[in-house]
């Protein structure tokens, strides 16, 4: 049974910081390109980062330079660091694994920006 569990989310003020974290279970995690999507109430889902089995990265251009993308194949864990958080950031963050064949979502952690 495959199983993304994110962590991580909470409401943080804005300029702070969060780190989510996704553990995966039930996969080839190292085979996986990983990745963070986020939906912002009555907003379509939308990439926010990327990095596949080799550790290229990838990112949308609204968190360039403030988001960071990792994983550590050794504990089949996804990482998403957060900086310079604004209140647009505020989502749910989906964890996403997938490859040619197979595509599997978590179910989200909240991320909520405000003073």
């Known amino acids: 049974q495959v199983q993304l569990v994110e962590s991580g989310g909470g409401l943080v003020q804005p300029g702070g910081s969060l780190r989510l974290s996704c553990a995966a279970s039930g996969i080839i995690f190292s085979s996986y390109r990983m990745g963070w999507y986020r939906q912002a109430p009555g907003k379509q889902r939308e990439l926010v980062a990327t990095?596949?089995?080799?550790?290229?990265?990838n990112y949308a251009d609204s968190v360039k330079g403030r988001f960071t993308i990792s994983r550590d194949n050794a504990k089949n864990t996804v990482y998403l660091q957060m900086n310079t958080l604004k209140a647009e950031d505020t989502a749910v963050y989906y964890c996403?694994?997938?490859?040619?064949?197979?595509?599997?979502w978590g179910k989200g952690t909240l991320v909520t920006v405000s003073s």
């Open positions: 996403n694994a997938w490859n040619f064949v197979m595509n599997y």
């Open positions: 990095i596949n089995s080799g550790g290229t990265t």
